[in-house]
């Protein structure tokens, strides 16, 4: 499996990346990864990796691009101008099918603009949606969506968001009929926007679909639904929220157990439970967003992570593509156009 990857779009630069590709090639051999990005730059980073990974070199093939979308450039001067950047490349080496999946920890908007041009949506699907899973009680996960992409939706969108995110659940997951709500400010028929009313009644509406109405924030981590749909503005919010509250925690935890001698001593007991708390709530494990909707696969690595969080989303790219998400969402979204045309 070949995977191409934007090196230059994180805020940590080429050596996160490189890293994080080089970690991924050791864990599965079977993968080879294009890195897109100034050629000298990605071979310098090539040359400082760690022993433990240099073994992985022989894997990871070096793609000159010697532009780099700028994390507050616009879209549209993107799509303009971003011809020879280390995305539009990495993108365009999908479209060829020359790699299988792509990842970018760069600029959202960009990506959205030039993956919807390199690759185009799945037929019905106007826009991409961002969603990735989140940790939930009982060592569960929920597939969140949409993260940012759409800040202003429709009814029509969001319903299009359930419909994906219950593919994506039972493709991936293997779920055989996933719990989808609605995210709202009550569960009560009364609640909400005239938008998220109007998708309520349209879900209720969907055949096969295992919708079971509203839900609170509380009940998206208490591992009520397995997709919780929502506007990419109140998604990215509770998302970023959600990663801030856990670093919290885990700190506040921290400091407690050293504040003196005698919680220093219950600290060190406790190490192993803390030690697997830290990791349980680390968003590090959950990075690599998926671009649902487009004709190709394309994950969305968060910006400001590391080696260890790129590998993560090099993970979710691998386990997309076995997947065949794209297919998947064609045939299953197709099939129910169809079947709403014959019952009219």
Not at 57 to 80: E, F, G, K, N, T
Not at 203 to 217: H, K
Not at 242 to 268: D, I, N, P, Y
Not at 310 to 323: I, N
């Amino acid at each position: 499996m070949r995977i191409a990857v934007d090196a230059m779009g994180g805020d940590k630069g080429p050596r996160a990346t490189v890293a994080g590709a080089a970690s991924a090639v050791i864990e599965d051999p079977q993968i080879d990864i294009q890195l897109f990005g100034p050629k000298a730059l990605l071979e310098d980073e090539i040359s400082r990796l760690p022993r433990p990974l240099v073994a992985a070199a022989s894997h990871l093939h070096l793609c000159d691009a010697p532009d780099v979308i700028a994390a507050d450039m616009r879209a549209s001067q993107a799509l303009r101008s971003g011809g020879r950047s280390s995305m539009a490349r990495m993108l365009e080496s999908v479209a060829a099918g020359d790699a299988a999946v792509g990842v970018s920890p760069g600029n959202t908007g960009a990506l959205m603009a030039l993956s919807r041009r390199a690759l185009g949506m799945v037929p019905g699907v106007p826009r991409p949606a961002i969603s990735t899973a989140i940790p939930t009680r009982d060592d569960g996960r929920c597939y969140l969506l949409d993260l940012g992409a759409n800040v202003d939706v429709s009814a029509e969108r969001l319903v299009d968001f359930a419909l994906m995110g219950d593919i994506m659940a039972r493709h991936v997951d293997g779920l055989v009929a996933p719990r989808i709500a609605l995210l709202n400010v009550g569960v009560e028929s009364t609640k909400g926007s005239a938008v998220v009313q109007d998708a309520d009644a349209m879900l209720r509406q969907q055949p096969g679909l295992n919708y079971l109405g509203f839900i609170e924030g509380d009940g998206v981590f208490a591992g009520e639904a397995d997709v919780v749909v929502c506007d990419g503005f109140v998604g990215n919010v509770l998302l970023k929220a959600s990663e801030g509250l856990a670093k919290m925690l885990v700190r506040r935890v921290q400091a407690t157990f050293e504040a003196h001698w005698g919680s220093r001593l219950v600290g060190l007991l406790a190490r192993p439970a803390l030690k697997r708390l830290k990791s349980e709530l680390d968003p590090v494990r959950y990075n690599g967003a998926s671009l649902l909707g487009l004709a190709g696969i394309v994950i969305k690595s968060h910006g400001s992570c590391d080696a260890q969080g790129f590998h993560y989303a090099l993970r979710r790219a691998s386990q997309e593509v076995r997947r065949d998400l794209p297919s998947r969402l064609h045939a299953e979204l197709d099939h129910r156009r169809l079947a709403r045309t014959r019952t009219r």
